[in-house]
């Protein structure tokens, strides 16, 4: 196995040894959510023709899973490596750079996308779902993952502690996740709260990924996907720099 491979290999497995926690725990998390905003806003909301609220729900808790593991993988695995010692031994074999972006990030996907699957078989047996548009489900399904695993690099590599791990998460990503429509549309929002929603990047991801499903959405899916390659592609930039110059991690 080359260096990016194996480093890759190594976060997966570390996920995966403990599978019950890491994938598990947030499978159940999304049903509960599913089970009580479904039962108790079934009959008094209604956001698209023809589609349930249970069944307008199920994408969005997806895809919220998705996104806040693939963040938690990159991001708790750094810090835990800096604070523990243990990254030490990565930076003793010869890696580079992009070595360590594609090992992280990609691990990270792989994470996000089997929570998002695992959440994605227990609610679906809720509702009845639709597939109108496949491509857009796996396109903002992967490029989602991939945006919140390098934003877990950054965070990981930018925090000396548990504690600003923790106020990165809770007031940076949680916020931006909960508002961007996972358990409402956009358009019952004030036009002020909607303007506002519309700079979050967050709620392309999730508008773009509930599109596959049903084949509408608040705006195009085409602008979603660019405003989202071009979050990532930003985001990209600044963690490989981060990696290249050893951000916190190299004395």
Sequence with gaps: MTGWQTLF????????KVGFQ???APVLTAVLYLLIFGHVLEDHVKVYDQVSYTAFLVPGLVMMSVLQNAFANSSSSLIQSK?????V????APLGHWSWFFAYVGSSIVRGLAVGSGVFVVTVLFTKISFVAPFWIVTFAVLGAALLGT?????GLWS???DQMAAF???VILPMTFLSGVFYSIHSLPPVWQTVSHLNPFFYMIDGFRYGFFGV???SPWLSLGIVSGALLATSAVAVHLLRIGYKIRG
Excluded: C, H, P
Excluded at 9 to 16: A, L
Excluded at 89 to 92: D, G, N, S, Y
């Design 151 to 155: 934003l877990g690099v950054i965070a």
């Design 83 to 87: 604070i523990m010692g243990s990254l």
């Design 217 to 219: 959405s608040d705006v």
């Design 22 to 24: 890491t994938v598990g």
């Design 169 to 171: 998460q809770n007031f």
């Design 89 to 92: 031994f990565v930076l003793l």
């Design 160 to 162: 000396e502690k548990f």
């Design 9 to 16: 290999y190594k976060e997966v497995m570390r996920f995966w």
